[in-house]
């Protein structure tokens, strides 16, 4: 294995777990974390919850699950170049997104709208709740019981009053202080991936169109040298091959700028990491870059009228079912009842969030379809 760097994480310089374990035989702890999250029931719900189109939208869209491989991919490469824990960067990749509600960021904002009296909803919270609490799998304790480090890189945003909450994992909220560089490194790749695929996904769909990418830069200068080194490719292949060079390009300009920033900084040591300024970032140049292409991405493709339109009713869904299940918990499945009598709202988001976008849909339906009373008990 590659020899990891001295700020890097380690199993020596780790934080451990919640409950103490055996030494897990033949793998890392690292790499345990990461069986325990592909093992879990939320990861597997993943494929059928969306980024920006409905599942049913079309096959070939990125769900949250290809969509969290793709950001594992690239942060492996990343923190494999940096002489950086592998394992770990992987974890928190394959678990950023695990705490998601159903469709998207629409279902994300109606969910914190309903919650706005009851402590809001953060979907980085919700997936560190579902690795620390919500999945029931082991005998000795509730969620995963990962590493600090993995819970930790988890979190990427959150509250002073959350943080204040949270104890070891919401400190560094608190004193101003960064997470790993694996962490950032997650949180650099899942920038990198949504970016390039929103724009795949985005003309596949024909929402957007080539023409229009003429005006971002990072598009249009690789489209360009695509079209001159290959004149008769097809249009299919040259967007491939144009996003290709894109993450090619975004991944090596993050490495080479980290790299800078680790000796400007001179860090020598995980703490050193924890109380720099960020790290893990890209040129200044490729900064403004990506920003061009997100305020693009924004404007052109996740409010389009028709994204808008989908949005709309996912919305109306999630706070649908939020107001049923308040008013009458009895209509909720036996285990979040239980929940219910701590904490009803907590208990509604964890049920809601924890759907998939076809779950959802079916149990509107199931409620709401009284038309047909059959609907309920299927
Ligand atoms: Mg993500």
Do not use: W
């Not at 202080?177 to 795949?200: G, K, M, T, W």
């Not at 929402?207 to 490719?233: C, F, G, K, S």
């Not at 870059?289 to 997100?294: G, H, M, P």
């Not at 052109?300 to 994204?307: E, Q, S």
């Amino acid at each position: 294995m590659n020899k990891l760097a001295e700020y890097a994480v380690t199993e020596k310089n780790s934080r451990g777990r919640c409950f103490a374990e055996q030494t897990p035989l033949g793998r890392s702890e690292f790499q345990r974390d990461r069986d325990r999250i592909i093992h879990s029931g939320a990861f597997r719900r993943l494929e059928y919850k969306t980024q920006v189109f409905v599942n049913h939208e079309g096959d070939l869209f990125r769900t949250r699950l290809t969509h969290s491989i793709e950001v594992s991919q690239i942060a492996r490469s990343i923190a494999r170049c940096l002489h950086l824990n592998e394992d770990l960067a992987e974890a928190v990749s394959l678990a950023h997104d695990l705490g998601h509600t159903p469709f998207g960021h629409a279902g994300q904002d109606a969910l914190n709208l309903c919650m706005k009296d009851y402590g809001g909803f953060e979907h980085n919270l919700q997936s560190l709740r579902v690795v620390d609490l919500l999945e029931e799998r082991y005998a000795k304790f509730d969620g995963l019981n990962l590493c600090f480090e993995t819970r930790e890189g988890i979190l990427k945003h959150c509250s002073a009053e959350n943080a204040a909450a949270l104890g070891g994992v919401g400190e560094r909220f608190l004193n101003g202080q960064r997470p790993s560089l694996e962490a950032q490194i997650a949180n650099v790749a899942d920038e990198i991936a949504y970016n390039n695929h929103d724009v795949d996904d985005g003309l596949r769909s024909g929402l957007i169109t080539l023409e229009q990418l003429n005006d971002v830069p990072l598009v249009a200068n690789h489209l360009r040298q695509v079209r001159n080194e290959y004149p008769n490719l097809s249009e299919r292949r040259v967007i491939h091959e144009t996003i290709r060079h894109m993450i090619n390009t975004l991944v090596s300009d993050v490495i080479e700028s980290s790299e800078r920033n680790i000796k400007e900084y001179k860090i020598v040591s995980l703490d050193d990491v924890r109380n720099a300024p960020p790290i893990l970032s890209f040129s200044e140049e490729m900064f403004e870059q990506q920003r061009t292409l997100k305020n693009f991405l924004r404007t052109h493709l996740y409010r389009h009228y028709k994204v808008m339109r989908m949005s709309n009713k996912a919305q109306r869904i999630i706070s649908d079912l939020f107001e049923v299940f308040m008013k009458d918990v009895r209509l909720l499945p036996p285990q979040f009842q239980i929940h219910a009598e701590a904490d009803r709202a907590r208990a509604v988001a964890d049920y809601i969030a924890g759907m998939t976008d076809r779950y959802a849909i079916r149990e509107h339906k199931r409620i709401f379809a009284v038309g047909d009373l059959s609907e309920s008990l299927i």
